[in-house]
Every structure is written in C-alpha cells, then in structure tokens.
C-alpha cells in the first residue's frame, strides 16, 4: 500500500475557524447515547410470538403501504386531499391505527415511511404520544425499513439512499429510542431490486429484505425450487458483511385473494353470527387454510408470511383488525391442531426462519430488469421523466454541500434549513417519484417540494460561505454578510440571471468533493468578452461560445444570455472554495469559428471527432481515441411505443412503467440537421442541429481524455399519434460480444449479458425491453481480446443496454401517449409552456483500457464524481467593487481538509449531527480485483484531516448512523453452497469508545469498497 | 252515549285461566319502574349548548342514516357484507363513533335505528357497554326517533307504526333508561310523510318531527314564504294532542355540498398546516358560511340545522370529527364575532328555536305524493311489490295474534319467539321494506325474516291454543299438547296442505278483534262433498266452489286443491276461538253452476252484478246497488311504463320508486276471457278469465252487504320491451266532482282533490302519477249532492286515484324494465319460478250513504278491521278421533273478554309486557263529525273486561310506551293562525297511579280517535 501524498493545506484558511465553536456547552457526550430515548427492552425479536414447532405458523402482517407520493402529493396522500383521485388518507390510517393497537395487546402493526410518520407525530398530543412510545416499546407497533421513503432501487443514488435511511433513522431514535430501530428492510413495491440496496441495508445492520415484485419467471423458477428465501451476497468486495437473507414475498404485498378487509376493499367480513344467512365462518377459515397451505409448500419452513394490507389500507382500521381477530380465533379454534395463526411482524417471521437453523441458496446478481409477464418490462421508468431525475441529481449536490458547509463553518441557519431538505431529498428518492411514475401533478409538487428546500441549501451556502469569505475575526464580518451568493440552477441550459446582468461579479466555486478538483467553468453571458481574474489577480485565458439556438429556443427559457464564457478553474480545494472575478470588456473578441462543410472534425491530445453534413443530414460518424485503435461513432434514434389496451399481455403499452416498443429495431431518424464547429484554446465544439428536436454539442476540452456529449431532445413530435422514445447509441468496434457492465446504484459494477439472466433459463419475449437495465452513473463495455473499454456516463439515471457487439445504447427521453395500466392513468406526456417537454442532458465517453499500468478506472470514477458532485458555481456582483478590493476584503480560496486524501478513499458525508457532534463517513472508492494499485486497505488518520476542527472522538456506528457498531448483532445465517468468502485482511480497526484529545491519531482503516460512518466529536 | 250492551263471556271458557299465574314473585312494581335503570338528568334539553342570541347559531348534526335493509339485506348491512353492493358495515359505525365521542366531550352524534343499535348492543363488552350509557346519560350520543327502523309512512298501517316504535321504545328503555328515551322523530330519507305519522309522534310525546323530502314545489313555496318550519296538525280530531312542530331539512339529510367528510365521499377535507400547498381553512370556512347564510335566510330564526352526514356514514367516523373539529375551530376563531359554531342534536336544535317563542304557521294536509322533479312523482312504490306489501300485514296479523294470545295464556314459549317476531315486523316498516323499493336479494330475505319470525309465531299459537283447548286443569293436558295446530299461509292462493291431506280436521278460528266476527271460511280442499259441525255438534251449511285454472295454475302453488270449501263461522267470540270439525264425506255433491253465456248475473239482497262475455271478451258490466240507484263498472287497465335514462326530468322512467306512465290515459286490454258463474247457498261467484294474464273473482256473499274482487295478476307480460302497471277501475254514476279521500296510514281520512294541493298552486307535469296517492286500506268517492258514497278496501296497500268523475282506480301490480335511478339499481322486474311475479288480492266494496240513519261507516271500519286483522285458522288433524270424541277432550269456544265492547271501540293492542304485566291500548275508531251514534266520548271499564284476569292496576303511559303520561310534558310552540280549536269534553282519566284491587272498575273515557296506552297489572 502507497502512502499518498498530503495536499498542502491552504493555510490563510486557518483563521477563519478560530471561532469554530463545538456545542459542547450543555455538555451532551453524543457518543453514549445515541438514542435520546431509553427503551424498554421488550421490543425486538424479544417481543415475538414463539411460533409452534410442529405446526404451520401464520404470520399474519397488518401493514399499509404508504406511497410517498404517487397519484396524489405527500401532503394530500398525508391529509387526505384530492380524495376524488384516491381516497386515502395517512393521518387517519396512523390515527386509528394506534388507536386499534390499543384496544388489544396481541394486535401488531409494522409501519415503513418516516416521512408520514413524523408528520403524523408532530400533530400529535402528549397523551397519544406517550401510548405510541409504550406501542413501541412493546414491539406491538414495529418500524420496518424506517427510511423517510421506501426508495427506488433502480435509478437512485447510494449516496441519497443512505442519506434517506440516516435521516428516517435519525427521527426515529431521537424520538423512539432503540425499540423503534428496524431489523429488516421492507421494499414491498419497488419495481425491480438492486444488489447495492442489499448491501447497503446489510451495512445498517438489517437482518433480512423482503420484497414483493421480481420477474415472473424467477418468481416461477424459485417458487418451484423453493429458493424465494435466499441469502443475497450484495457485494463481492465486502464479503459476509454484505450478506443478506432475503424473502421474496408470496403475493407481492397483498392479502391473499378475499381476504382484504379494508375499508378500499371488496371483500367479504367475517360474519360469525351463527343466525345469519350470510354466515361464512366455516367457509373462510378454510379458504385462508387452503391459501396457507398453498403457499407454504413453496417455501421451506413450517411459517408462511400473510401481508394482511396494501396501498393506503387501514385508514379505519378497525375493519381490518376486527376481521381478523375473529379470522385467527376460529381458524386456532377449529384447526388449531395443525395451524398456529397470529399477529406478527416481518421480523419475528425471520426470526422464526431463522431458529430453524436451514441452509440457504445464495445469489449474487440482482433483480432487474422486473417483468411482470412476458410483454411487460419495467424498464421504461428507468428514463421517465429525465428532468426530474437530473433535478434530483442536482438536490443531492447541494445537499451535500449544505451539509459539508453547514458542518465546516457552524452557522446558525442549518438547521433551520437543513432538515427540510434532508426530507425533501428523502421523498425524492420514493418509488414513485425520482422513477418518474407519479402523475404529472405529484411530478410538479416533487418539484416544489425539491425547489423550496434547495431554497434554504442556498440559504446555508450563503450564509456559510459569507462567514468564511470574512477577513475579521473578532466578530462576524459585514464584508462577508453582505456578500451574497446566488446560485444559478439553469446552468445547464445556459441560462443564470446573475452572470447575465451584472458587468462584474465574483464567482465562488464550492468543491463538495473530499480531493483538489479541477474544472472548466462554463456561464452563460450576454457579452462577447469578459476578463477573469483568479484569486492571485492574474487574468485567465478564456474562451467565448455562441449558445446555440436550439438551447436559446427551450420554451420557458428566460435568459438573455447568447454566450458562454468558459474558463479552467484550477485546483479547486478539497471540501473547499475559490473565486473568480469577472469583468465584462468591451473588447470584441474574434470568435474562432469554422462554418458548416461537409467533413469536419475537432481533436484534442486524446480525440478526433469527424462528422459528415451534406448540407440536408449531419450525422457524427467517427470518434478516433488517440492512443489507441477505438473508433467509436455516435447516432440518435427512437423506438416507437407499443400502444394497445393493456387488456392482453400483447397488448401492454408503453408508458411510464413499462417500456414496450413496437419494434426490435429502433427507427432512424430523417437528419435535416446543420452543423458549427467552434474551436479555441479551451474546448473545441461541435454544435449539430439533427433534426427540429434534437441537437447536441460534442465536446472536447483541452488536456482532458473524454469526449461529453451536451444532448437536447424535445418536443418530441406526436402528431403522428404514436409515443417515441428516443435514445442515443454509441457504437464502437469493440469485440464485446453479448456482455457489457452496468453500475449498482452508482456503486459497484454488476455484468449483464444480452438475452442472459445468471439464474434462471431466460424466456424473452421483448428482446429490447428485456435487456434494458438501469444506468445510474455508467456502462461500460469491454473487447473481449484487447482488454480497450468504453464507459459512457451519465448526469442523470437513463434506461439503457448493449443490444449489439461493441454498442452502448441509452434512453433519453420519452413521450408516450398511452397510459400502461398499472395505476398512474396518464400517459407519459409531460408538457411544459405548452409544448411536449424539452431536456437537455449529459453524458461523458471515457476510453482507456483495463491494463494495470494504463487503467482509466480511476479516472472513470472521479468523472463520475464529478458528474455527481460537480462543484457549486455561486455569483456575487461585485458591483463598483474592484478586484483589489473585493480581493482585501474577502477570502478568495479556502480548503476544509489539511490534507489529500488517497484517490482510492472519499469523504461520503459529512454533516451536523446531534449536540455539536458530526456524522462523517470514509469510503473506498474501489473494488478488489479493480484496480491493482488502488484496490487495497488503505488507513487514514482522521484526528487531524479537517482544517476547522481536530477530531477529538470518532465512534463507529452501522452505516445508518443508528447504532454503534460493536453493539450490531445480526442474526446468522447458513449458505447451502460451500463457497468461502475472500477474508479482509486484518487490521487494527478504530471504532468503538471515547479516544481522548491526547490521542495523536485516529486511523480508520478502509477495505475495499468499504464505507465507514462515525459520529465524531470535534474541538477547534 | 248510549250503553252497549254486553256481550255474554263464555263461562265454559273460565276454569281454563285457574292457573294463569302473573309473574309476581318476584316483588317486581313494573308500574313504578318505566325504565330499568336510572339515568342522570344531564341528558336531554339539559344537555344542550346554550346558542348566541346575536349571532347565527350553526348546529352542526353528525348523523348516520342506516337502512334497514335496502341495497343489502339487514345483516349484510350490519356486517358490511357484500361489499361489492356497497360498502357499508353498521358495526363498524357504531364501534368508531363511540371511539371519537370518548375523545371528546364536545362531540354530539345522534342514532335513530334500534334494530342495529340492539344488535351491536349485543355484542359489546361492559367496558363499551359502560361507556355507551355514559355517553347516553350525558347526551353526547342521543337516541332519536329510536323506532325499529325508520318506517315507511304511505304504505305502512299505523298499527304496525305503533309497534315498532313500542319495541324500539322498550329496548332503549330497558337497556339505557329515560336519557335513552326519544323526544324527536326523525324521517329523514322516506318518501313524502303522513298526517298520521305526525299525529302518533305527538301521540308519543314527541315535541318535534324532522323530515327531509317533501315536494319539489312545496319545498320552494316554503322556502319562500319561511314556512318550512311549521305546526302540523296530525289530527282534526284529536286537537292539540296531534299537534306536532315540523321542521323541513334545507338539503335533505345530507351535509352542505363539498362537506362530506365520510371515507365515503370525497369532498376535501380541512388541511390546516400552513406550509401545505392545499391548505384550505380559509376558503372552507368561507365557503360553510356562504352555504350557512344562504339557509338562514329561509329559516325565521338564527339557528339552523346542517346535516352532517348521509347513508351508511360514520364508518370510519374519525374522518368526520376530525374535520368537523377544525371547522368550528377555525370558523368560531375567525368569524366568532357573528356565528358560533356547534356540535348539537335535533333536539337541542328545537329546544334552541322553540326559546325564540315565535309563532308559526300551521298544516293540516299531508306531504304526499312526493315529487323530486316535475317528472318524477314518488308514487309507484305505493304499489311495488305487491306480495311483500301483504305478506307484511299477514305478518302484523299472526303478530296481534301471538301477542294477545301470549298475554292470555302466559304460554312460556311467548319471550322466545315473540322478541324475534316483533323485531321481524319493525324491520318490514322499514321505508325500503314494505315500500318494495330494495333490491329484489333483500326484498327475499325480508321474506325470511318475517317467515321465519312466523314459525316462531305459528308456535305461539300452537302452545297457546293447545293450552286454551285442554280440559284438565290440574296439569298442563296432554290433550290440548298433542293438537297441533297449523297454520296455512297460503290461503290467499288456495292452497293448504293440512286441508287438503287430511280427511277429518278440525278446523279453530282464532278471532284477534275485540269484537265478535261472523265471516265466512274459505278453505282448500281436494274433495267435492265435505261435513262441517259447529262446537255444538251440528252439521252447518256448506258449498263447494272450484278452483279456477288460473289459480291452479300459479308458479309454485304445490297443492292438490281443486275446490274450496266455504260455510259461514258465525260469532267467533272477541279474543276468542271456535272450533269447527271437518269430514270429508263421500257424497258427491252437485255443484250449482251455470256456464257460460252472454248475459250472466249474480245477485244477493243488496247487489245485482252483471257481466258481457261475447265469446271473446268479458267484462264486468254492471253493478247495481239494490238499495240505491247506484251503478258501477269495472274494468282493468294498464300503463305503460316511461323508459328513459334518467338524465333529465323528461327522461325519468317508470321504476320501484317513480310512477310515470307514458300516457295518461291508461291502455285498454284485449280481452280474450271467458267466464264461469258458481252459484249456492253461502256464495255467488262470477270466476272471469280476462285475458292470459288477468283473472278474477266476484263474489257475493248470502247478507253480506258488500262485493268483493279477488284479483289475480300476472305473469305481466313485457316480449314487447315496455314495463307495464296494471290498475282495475271502478267506474261509478257518482257525481263525485274532483274529490275523494284516502285513508292514512290505515286511521283517519284525508280529502283529496285532483289536480289540486291545499297549501300551493299546483303546477301538473304528470297528470296520472300526480294525482296517485297511498291507499293504505281504504279510498272513497262521495257524490256530492245525494250523500251516496263508494268505498273499496283493501287487503295491502296499493297507489290510487280518482282521474275521473265516479271512478276509483288502484294499481295492483308493476313490472318495469328501467331503473328509475334512485339507488336501487335494479328494475323492478319481479320473477318467481322462472316467470313474471303472479299476484293475488282483494277489494271489497261498500256501498252506502253518509245519512246518519244508514251510515255505512261503521260497516266500512269494521270491514277494513277484518282485512287487517281476520280470524285465522288453523287446522289440526282429527285422525280418526270423531267429532265427539274430539269435543269430549277439548274446548271447541273460548273467549278472551267478559263483555262486547262499544261498536266504536277496540283494543288495539295487548300484549305481554314486563314483570308479568301487559301493555294494552284502547282504540277510539270515530273520527269527529264522521257519524253521528259513534263520534263520541265512550267510557269502558277496564277492571274485569278480560276473562282469563282480573285488571289491578292500570297507568297511562305515552303512545309508545316509554313514559308515564303524567310525567310527558311536551315543548309549547304558538300558532300564528287565531284558530280555537275543539275542546275535547271535560271529563275524569283514569291514568296515573295504582288502584288497590278493592276498587270496582277502572274505567277509561275514550275520545274520538284516540287511543289510549297502559301498563296494567293484572291478577288471575
């Protein structure tokens, strides 16, 4: 292992946090009591019914699915409102809910969202309180899975799927103590399930997954094998600790069939009045009886789980409860014999599986994409709605870096603001919001919520980086409060008020990444030349580029600006800030600009690209990598969506579940396009005008191996009545055969192979929507022979595939005029300013190959970090303010960190936690076997990495920050295979305890793939 | 007053009562103890918030209106079964409505239907069982109306009014005390509303009625002129006694629009976080102010009355109160300085009004028919389902008989069976039950209920007579145990398997009028020649009639009865049986009978009635009075049903509800009949087939002064895709103008007048259906200048008219194709047996005068008395016991009173009661003014008027029972008109207190048209 060297700390940023102060007043040791809540300890596995041996055991599950977010918005689904549209109401499912649990002790419940609950829980009076904690403490109400939303697996990030889980189980231990921690993840609906989702619930110390949907052939496949409880090997690189028993549950989430008691249901109650003609005692018990014995000969022990709820049930919850009272004491009463029914939970159905002491088959793989039946592919929602899914993208960023900024500097507004975005990036990550399946109203309110949180993110930042730009230390300084800071949120469609109508301003790019980054700045402008000065005053070189017309004609673009002004921002610190003054000139600058021919081409050290436009077509033909034998051409095409009546398997549309197309081959398009190329001493351009929807820029910037690629498609015409769904193909001559590599929730990479599943015989009737899977940040492809690869990746998560040798093929946008009958009822249009909606996108194409000496896998990762965590471009005017004297005035650069951190480890997180303590979390970027330099353990001592403050503690917790580390106990379980797992090497690890300042080092040692999450106490 | 002289008792009858043993043991004082348990007095009016004297005072009703069967049978509503019809569960409103009061004391809810309240009752814990009376007693849960159901008001008998509300009355008072006990009627959903329904609430003490349809234009003229609150004025007779205030619902019985906030609707609710997107509280309030102004200003106080709530509401009852509570929080926070609003009851809503000591506007019609609309007259179902209608009043028949015989014998079966059967005949009030307006599933099972509370009743009779007939006294006789006694419900169709196997039966009338009855019995029988001996021995006059073949024919008549026996029962005693032995006799016995010819006549010493039968067609020509010059026709018609999508009021069809016909002038039939007379010395019979599907019997009796018509309707026959309602027509040379009157409720006498309404100007879209009203027993035509009159009576209820001058129509049978769209969902389109339902009935007609020396009216009441309450007859097979030994072993006579009553009095009511007492009612059956020897006060000692007991003690309670009369003090309300009304004469009441058995009589003075309730005390 190879020391890395330190990165010099900034040290006029060492000042500034001379008044960092610790809330250390009230003198909380955050570190031993991570639950602000004593609780019993009856809850828990403590808390189960002990099922009987030699009976079958029915674990009846009460339980209510509570979008958040869908066909109606959190906050009418919460209330009740828009009742026209679904009559379903949270506040009266939790209310009575509680109030059924208390009529009976042997009633159970399980509830999942922590985005309602909490909601719920601050309207609620100190009586109703008090019987919920004592519900809890008695495990007669289990919080399962415990996020703010149960989160999409497929087109979500780790890194806000963590954020979610910490934060719903930070509410929870707050305001439950340990007996409201949940034991097993619960994700009933997503649609499809990732392998990353299983690690990481396995990281939080879970002992088990259950979920409800999987391909219906896999289901088949394991129903008949019995191999629907498994354990889940979530990542290769981790090993046990990754591991996670997982049961797929019988019928999705649902009761059985005539067994839903609910007020939204149909079916028929128990009567059990021996006069009524309706009488029907008899006749249900055994129906259920039947059912459960159905059911129980597909799985392995003698306990079946029944899911007694669904979608929004329990809002009177007495219909349901009463019903099955009555249903558990005749079928003991008349079969108790051979059955033991009873009220239970998720986990004390695991716990009962898990006393059984069975071997279990394993898997490796994951569980995309899900079909539903042989025409029906869920893989269409992995691209609906693209704005939304980069809106989020760009929500977790300034997270982050609200989180860091709020973490580094103290100010007094975070909390204020900081937990509602928290929430707000929390709902985002629901099943039906960020997958883009929700109607269009709920799509607008994800937006509102997102936009109104990001709101107060701007707020922090502002504040934030107000109090470290000051040059006064006594107190805080009026230089940096009257600074403000605006961000520019349409930067990617060029437009930004603030760097349109100011003459001079400052630029402040924050850096929410844990190393130094550089970048090329690009803002939109009115003017032809402008002047930019670092924070020495040295003016840097600068390039002006025409925005092209199709981005100046996006409907609801207002924006004045024609330009962008691109510049090289060096060196951006770590965790850190650095300005730029910008001054208009009135100099007119030559723009270097070769018009439209027929053959045209633009390079770099790296690349040549060439396209053809013969005046009626423009088309990109050839990409030549410099260093090696790769070419590489690039085209746009559209299938066009199936649309029938959703009443026969051959006849499912497409829509914003579903991707169905008409055909196997998508359809070209009719080029009327043009072309410009602009060159210059920063970046050489191509701008191509394909047809009237879309254009693109392709992009090459001096010094840097990658190609982007600035797509713009919409409003994809539909006068022809037929939806479309467009998608951009990268085609190499890579031999890569049938096989490429998609990322797990922008984590570890996963192969696929073409008309392949690793578990089962693929029967596969749509052969494009079948081999469509998530693309959350990158797929590579790789020849078989040369060891050359290609990743494209991505701002955003895209549907996409390699349908054929040495192609990339990924889904950019979708308009779909049929609904696919699976509950949002509307088609997939979405209009915007009255048109069928516009997107603008990203992707980067990395070359390189996989040979140690030359790998570019280091290089894919950090693009792809930057992709997510791209720093934060801010606008001061500068007003009459001079350079000089913005530059005596302000601090114009500023590190959080004293030192580079290895390339193989990042900062994770870092945020306010509870009494002035931190979370932080360290992270090993690779996987073993990746990479031979860098995926090995690498330590790092974390006393001193911070410039503000000096780690004084550091606990280890679970990776949800809910637990310490040393008190996770998780059940154990027995593989069928005889597979040894690759042992970590062992060294010292730092994770329990107070470890006093007199402490020269906290080392946290990483293995690859590894994240560590801490509470640290702090002292500046 | 003349003296009636008195009838002479039985003294065979005597001995049988030696042992009659009245439940003293126990020490019970009934007298003293109304209720059974105490209640406190914070109930009632006590109970009341006290409203604003200057601002609009906005009492809010939570209500549930629960339909005792409609779309689902009585216990699928009770259960929520067959969710799929609709999803409505009364338990589960019961169960959460007692929750939310529990969660607030501020909370009020009102419940009217006792038949669900007694069955949940049951099934509660003493801890609920605690609560609910507490809530009761504190008059946050407040009985209302409190019957068994909510009756029916057009086709139901006041008889059967009076019951079930007694019983309703009798559960709410053993099982909550006097807070349970109900001071207004609430009549919220049945379809127009009677006089005497208002008179019988007065009667019961009631200070206020509710109702929630009325004309569409009554509505609007009240509504204009502020008279939608009003004095109504039940009874001309009766005075002050029968005044009832009356208050118009504004919007029926449901909420303001967009203020339902039951899981079944789907209005907004109040969403009050400010941070909601949908936050509402200000426009909602605004919105319930607007609505509440908008109502005020047709009311003449500041109090009004918003329904909160609809059909099957409260469910989840949590929905409504807690919406409710934000909405008087927030209107009471922000508009407090000019409304208050509250939680109330109906009651407290009166009380409030009543304080304002204005005066009112008076009416002393009725509210029917009801129309909705200028098409839609509420008037079909008068006549829909013709056989529920008169299985009901067998029902009630079978009822008085089980309850009177119960309370002459003491039989021990009497508690078992007869609860049950008085339940079953409240359920069949029910305003979608006797109405005929439920689905034809519930329609079948009130047919089960009321069939199988008959078995229950049928062993009433069987013990009872059993014990009546047997000679010994020393121990209950085998003799009287080992006669069965059967019942033969299907006379009315010819048909009774005990008649018809048997060869020697005896045959025992039991006679439930308080009068000695002479009638004729009509019994199946297979054979042609048969022997009837009277309890003396002797051998009394017989004939035979055949069967017709239309009658054989009926879909599923399974009986082998070709002819019916008749002889003539003379003078069964009052309360009484008389037994007849019958043997079939081997003689065959010519029968006397004409066939067919042109011209054919029957006679007897009052009518002459001719027919025409020209080998095509037979019609009834002539009917000729022989002691007047009077002249009547019949004939029978049809409508043909309106069919339409009921979108528009043109477009209303004909359905349960709504009769429209098509035409007003009603379709002639091709008549295809024939026809038979049969002559003898009982009986002459004309039997007329009409065409396929119509045939009929007239009929005159030897000295019986009156025709009757069995009809027999159906299958209707609808190939031709048209709903068809069929009437009969008696067409007179009665000058009778536009005027006839039509009983109510089976009482007192209303006059009608056609085209006409007494309180507004009567716009007429629908000329037929406009003009129908109930017919409860009993429709008169009078000719205006020589005092003639007509009466038909009838045996169920039925919708008529007068259209023209001298004719009296009745609708005797529906079969429709369309739903009229009110709910029901169904047409009425009955089958039986594969076929379109067959109907069989009769009318009576009496002719006569209003001259006071030769008024009918007496014959007329007593007539329709014997349509409601006939001897009934059982038989009991004699084997081959002889008539002597059969007399030697038991009593073939028996009456139940010492003595004949006036000829304008009955008992209308005995019954057991509690700890050993009975409850018993004194009838008036004169109206003032109707005849000039009845319409006048009679006294009747009560003391020793039955013959099985001695009465020791008698108080006056309330029409229902449920209060002492003495402790009855009812709200005053001020009438605007001057008018003085009749002062009943001035003279003493028996009604308060015990009177020691040294007292010789009891005596009862009795007015014209009342009825007088006690609880008496009785010794044997």
Redesign the interface.
Known sequence: MSKMPIYLPQLLFLAIFLFYSVGKECGATPLKNLESRESSKTCGYQACSKPSQNKLNIHLIPHTHDDVGWLK?V??YY??????IA?A?V??IL??VI?ELLEDPNRRFIYVETAYLWKWWSYQSDRVKTDVRRLIDEGRLEIISGAWSMNDEAVTHYQSIIDQFTWGFRRLNDTFGSCARPHVGWQIDPFGHSREQASLFAQMGFDGLFFGRLDYQDKRNRMDKKTAEMIWKGSDSLGNKADLFTSVLFNTYSPPPGFCFD?L?????I?D?PQ???YNVDRRVAQLLVFAETQQSFYRTNNIIMTMGDDFNY??A??WY?NLDKLIRYANERHGSTVNVFYSTPSCYLKAVNEQALSWPTKSDDFFPYASDPHTYWSGYYSSRPTIKFYERMGNNYLQVSKQLSALTNISTSETYLNPYREAMGVLQHHDAITGTEKQQVAQ?YA?ILSEAMKGGEQILSDALGSLISTRNQRRSRDGADVHFYTCYQLNISSCPHTEENNNFVLTLYNPQSRVVSTFVRIPVTGNSYVVRDFTGASIVTQIIPIPPEVLAIPGRESSAINELVFRARNVPAFGYQAYYVTKSNKNIERVRNESFTEATIQNEFFNVSITDDGSTCALRTIRSGVTNMRIAQSFHYYESSQGNNEEFENRSSGAYIFRPKNATPKNLTNVGSHQIYTGPLVQEIHMKINEWISQIVRLYTGENYIEYDWLVGPIPVDDKIGKEIITRYSSNLATGNVFYTDSNGREMLRREKNFRPTWALQLAEPVAGNYYPITAKITIKDRINKLRISVLNDRAQGGTSLNEGQVELMLHRRILNDDAFGVGEALNEIAYGKGLVVRGRHQIVTGTNLDRSSSILMEKQMAWNLLNPPCILVSPAGRRTFEEWRNHHRMQGSGLTKQLPPNVRILTLEPWKDGGLLFRLEHMFEIGEDTRYSHPVEINIKDLFLPFTVTNARETTLGGNQWLNESERLRWVSESNEVHRERENVRVVDTGLIDDANEVINVLLHPMEIRTFLIEISI
């Open positions: 918005t906050d009418q209330w009740g409102g828009r009742p026209l009559k109401g506040q009266y209310d009575s109030h007020i249901c149909a079916d028929e109650p009567i009045d009524s003609p309706d809002q009177s007495e219909l009463k309110d509102r």
